[in-house]
Nanobody, 119 residues
Framework: QVQVVESGGGLVQPGGSLRLSCAASGSDFSINAMHWYRQAPEKERELVASITSGGSTNYADSVKGRFTISRDIPKNTVYLQMTILKPEDTAAYYC?????????????WGQGTQVTVSS
């Protein structure tokens, strides 16, 4: 099984920055894409940013220009650099990875990391 683990959440003031990390681990697997989602209380989970194996990125309109997704291929790790944070960015952030392992597709979620933007 490929495990996905997030880290880096916390409390930050409006206008501040935070970097989240998401590491995939396991044996003999490849990654097609990794995604960051977020879910605020009483709201549906929404896609925030994605990065493919080819390096293509995609962002939700609400975070364009403020968030940047990047990756460290040897470490199987994806980062979400968040800047100019707003109170409405407060949510639990989840990483989702997908790819192939032993000829079969895999997809897994991390446990989530809380981001709170408040003064």
């Amino acid at each position: 099984q490929v495990q996905v683990v997030e880290s880096g959440g916390g409390l930050v003031q409006p206008g501040g920055s935070l970097r989240l990390s998401c590491a995939a681990s396991g044996s003999d697997f490849s990654i097609n894409a990794m995604h960051w989602y977020r879910q605020a209380p009483e709201k549906e989970r929404e896609l925030v940013a994605s990065i493919t194996s080819g390096g293509s990125t995609n962002y939700a309109d609400s975070v364009k220009g403020r968030f940047t997704i990047s990756r460290d291929i040897p470490k199987n790790t994806v980062y979400l650099q968040m800047t100019i944070l707003k109170p409405e960015d407060t949510a639990a952030y989840y990483c989702n990875g997908a790819g192939w392992r032993y000829g079969r597709p895999w997809s897994n979620w991390g446990q989530g990391t809380q981001v709170t933007v408040s003064s």
